[in-house]
């Protein structure tokens, strides 16, 4: 059965006032001090910002494992790619901390099941999420890299559900990218799968269609021609096949061509109604987006000018014009 995401009240993609988004995030980011020295890692990012759309719950693996703090440093050691928790400093022994450590986020793995999203702290034995080093037994360590022992099993009990560093946060592709996904794995809870049926699930891919073809033109129109005949399977099978599929051709950020592919063919929707002139400096603009002269709102602004006054109502529908709030102005980084 696939992942189901937790419910969460959505409108149009946006969070309700008093209803923001349920995302997880490393305690230490939070700005309490929970680190192995006491110190913290306060994300101004986090805070300041997607605190705004983002209702956090905030946890941190060794404080719930029962190691305290301060508490001595631990590293990942023995096996890359099933490590194992040990400390960092040798003269304290080899005492293997990894069974501790498991027992300790157990509950928070059950209460990840209601998230959309979880940011964690980098580099972290139990928190990091892909390039944590591992070291051999004489203290080197190894080439190949590891997410954190809690981060790895966030992954393989929900390997939908979005999972970023709050450092690559910094990054604006990755950043949108993100918090795209968030967006996708609340909306399809609340639309589809709050009340499951075809009609929903038709409904909620047809406002995400564009998004797609920006993302990934095969899965654009495989995921067309899967719907096409879904009805044809029980439906927990189609919801099963169809949200991963979605959640992989979103997975790595749109590029310039797919957005220029995507707004041209959205232009296409205006050609018996809007004049040639004027559709001719939409697609100046579009070009000049991909040449990386200007910023991605610059060119999707125009365009949503004109499908606002011309568009049929399917078109203005597109969740592609605003797949999470405008305010986070991330397009215009883009």
């Keep these: 059965m696939a992942q189901q995401p937790a419910t969460n009240a959505i409108d149009g993609g946006l969070p309700a006032a008093s209803d923001k988004i349920p995302v997880g995030l490393s305690t230490c980011l939070s700005g309490q001090p929970v680190r192995f020295n006491g110190s913290h890692s306060r994300s101004k990012l986090c805070l300041d910002t997607l605190a705004q759309y983002f209702d956090f719950k905030t946890f941190c693996p060794e404080q719930a494992a029962g190691f305290g703090t301060p508490r001595p440093a631990m590293r990942l050691s023995a096996d890359p790619v099933n490590p194992r928790l040990i400390f960092s400093d040798s003269s304290k022994g080899q005492q293997d901390l990894t069974e501790q450590l498991q027992r300790g986020f157990q509950n928070e793995l059950r209460f990840a099941e209601r998230l959309d999203g979880y940011i964690l702290m980098k580099n ?34 929900y390997p939908l559900l979005p ?13 949108e990218n993100f918090i795209l996904r968030v967006y996708a794995h609340a909306n399809f809870r609340n639309e589809v799968l709050a009340q499951p049926s075809y009609g929903k699930l038709v409904a909620f891919h047809s406002s995400y269609k564009f998004v797609l073809m920006a993302h990934s033109q095969a899965s654009y129109q495989s995921l067309g021609r899967f719907l096409a005949t879904a009805h044809e399977q029980p439906l927990q099978t189609t919801l099963d096949e169809y949200f991963p599929q979605l959640m992989a051709a979103l997975a790595k950020p749109a590029k310039r061509k797919g957005h220029t592919n995507t707004m041209l063919h959205l232009l296409g929707f205006l050609k018996n109604s809007v004049d040639g002139t004027s559709r001719q400096h939409i697609v100046e603009t579009i070009h000049k987006y991909r040449e990386g002269g200007i910023p991605l709102i610059t060119p999707i602004t125009l365009l949503r000018h004109y499908i606002d006054q011309k568009g049929s109502a399917y078109v203005q529908a597109q969740r592609y014009w605003q797949p999470y709030p405008e305010s986070l102005g991330l397009r215009n980084r883009l």
Excluded: M
């Excluded at 591992?134 to 393989?156: H, I, M, W």
């Excluded at 999972?163 to 950043?175: I, T």
């Design 163 to 175: 999972l970023e560093e709050e450092g690559r946060l910094h990054d604006a592709a990755l950043c």
């Design 124 to 157: 972290s034995p139990s928190c990091g999420l892909e390039r944590v080093k591992v070291y051999r037994d004489n203290g080197y360590p190894f080439t190949e890299k590891s997410p954190g022992l809690f981060t790895k099993a966030l992954q393989e009990r």
